[in-house]
C-alpha cells in the first residue's frame, strides 16, 4: 500500500510542475477552408486572420469589365506567436477552386505589403483563389484592386478605328502587359499612333491567343515618348487584310516597376 501511496503522490507532484511550451499554446484558426473560402469583394478592405503554420482560403471574383492586372494589399499585419525565424506570411494565387493550378507564388511578406503577382493579367468575369499560409498566429487587413494593365489574351480591350484610347500598363520589361484587339476595315497599312509617359513597346498578332505574330520584321514599336508604327502585314504592298480582327499587346521597356499611362490610336493610311 505504501508503493502505491507514493507512486500516486510522484504522478500528482510531476503533473502539478510540469510546464507549457510554446507549441503547446493554441494557435489561431484560419479563415476559411478549401472548399468554403472567404469571399473577398474587389476594392473593400476585409479584416482576417491565418493560424500558425496553417492556412486560411479566400477569392474573388473581378468585374465584367475587369480584364488587367490585381493588386493584394495585406495592410496591419501583426505576427505573434511564432517559433520561426521567418515571421512572416506567404501567399499563392489560384485559377481554379481545387487550389492545384498556381498563377504566381508572390512574395513573402514580414510586415504591410502589396502582392503584384508578377503583374499578370487576369479575365474579367472569373473568380481566383488565394491560399496564404503564415509562419506564426497573424491578423490583418486584405483588399483587392484593379491594377494599371488592363486586357488579357481572352479579353483584350477592343480600339475603335480613329478614335483614341486612354489606357495603361503597369509593371516591368519582363512582367506586365496590355491587350487590345481591333478590327480592319479593309486590306491597308494601319498606323498606330501613341501619346505615352514612357517609352513602350508593341507587338501585333494575327490570333486571338496572342502567338502568332504578323510580321517578325515590323511587329516592334521604335522605343520613344510619341510612337507611330505601321503594321504592313507580312508584305509591304498587301497590308493587313480586309475585315479581320487582329491582336496588339503593348508593354513598357523599364527595368523597375511602374505604371505608363498613354492615349493610342490605330487608323488606315488609306
Same mark, same amino acid.
Given at each position: =500500500? ?24 493554441? $494557435? ?47 495592410? %496591419?499585419?501583426?505576427?505573434?506567436? @511564432?517559433? @520561426?525565424?521567418?515571421? $512572416? ?6 485559377? *481554379? !477552386? ?5 498563377? *504566381? ?14 503583374? #499578370? ?10 491560399? =496564404?499560409? &503564415?509562419?506564426?498566429?497573424?491578423? +490583418? !487587413?486584405?483588399?483587392?484592386? #484593379? ?14 478605328? &480613329? ?17 487590345? #484587339? ?7 497599312? +494601319?498606323?498606330?499612333? =501613341?501619346?505615352?509617359?514612357? %517609352?513602350?513597346?508593341?507587338?501585333? +498578332?494575327? *490570333? ?9 520584321? +515590323?511587329? *516592334? ?7 507611330? #508604327?505601321?503594321?504592313?502585314?507580312? @508584305? @509591304?504592298?498587301? &497590308? ?11 508593354? &513598357?521597356? !523599364?527595368?523597375?516597376?511602374?505604371? %505608363? ?10
Amino acid at each position: =500500500m505504501k508503493k502505491l501511496f507514493y507512486l500516486l503522490l510522484i504522478i500528482i507532484l510531476s503533473g502539478a510542475c510540469s510546464v507549457t511550451t510554446e507549441d503547446d499554446e493554441t $494557435s489561431r484558426t484560419g479563415d476559411g477552408s478549401a472548399s468554403a473560402p472567404v469571399e473577398l469583394t474587389v476594392g473593400t478592405a476585409k479584416s482576417g486572420a491565418t493560424g500558425r503554420y496553417g492556412y486560411s482560403y479566400y477569392k474573388f471574383t473581378t468585374p465584367s469589365t475587369g480584364a488587367g492586372s490585381y493588386e493584394l494589399e495585406i495592410a %496591419s499585419l501583426v505576427i505573434t506567436n @511564432s517559433n @520561426s525565424s521567418y515571421s $512572416s506570411v506567404s501567399i499563392r494565387i489560384y485559377s *481554379d !477552386s481545387g487550389y492545384s493550378t498556381v498563377l *504566381d507564388y508572390g512574395d513573402s511578406c514580414l510586415a504591410s505589403c502589396t502582392q503584384y503577382f508578377s503583374y #499578370k493579367a487576369l479575365d474579367a468575369s472569373t473568380t481566383y483563389y488565394l491560399r =496564404m499560409y &503564415g509562419y506564426g498566429d497573424l491578423t +490583418y !487587413s486584405l483588399t483587392v484592386s #484593379k491594377g494599371g494593365s488592363e486586357g488579357s489574351t481572352n479579353n483584350p480591350v477592343e480600339l475603335t478605328l &480613329g478614335t483614341a484610347h486612354s489606357g495603361s500598363v503597369e509593371g516591368t520589361n519582363y512582367n506586365g502587359k496590355s491587350y487590345y #484587339k481591333f478590327t480592319t476595315t479593309s486590306a491597308d497599312n +494601319y498606323t498606330l499612333s =501613341m501619346t505615352n509617359s514612357d %517609352s513602350m513597346d508593341c507587338d501585333l +498578332y494575327s *490570333d486571338s491567343g496572342f502567338l502568332t505574330r504578323v510580321s517578325w520584321a +515590323y511587329n *516592334d514599336c521604335t522605343a520613344g515618348t510619341n510612337l507611330s #508604327k505601321t503594321f504592313t502585314g507580312t @508584305s @509591304s504592298s498587301a &497590308g493587313l487584310s480586309a475585315n479581320t480582327a487582329y491582336y496588339l499587346r503593348i508593354e &513598357g521597356e !523599364s527595368s523597375t516597376a511602374k505604371t %505608363s499611362t498613354y492615349n493610342i490610336t490605330v487608323a488606315p493610311e488609306g
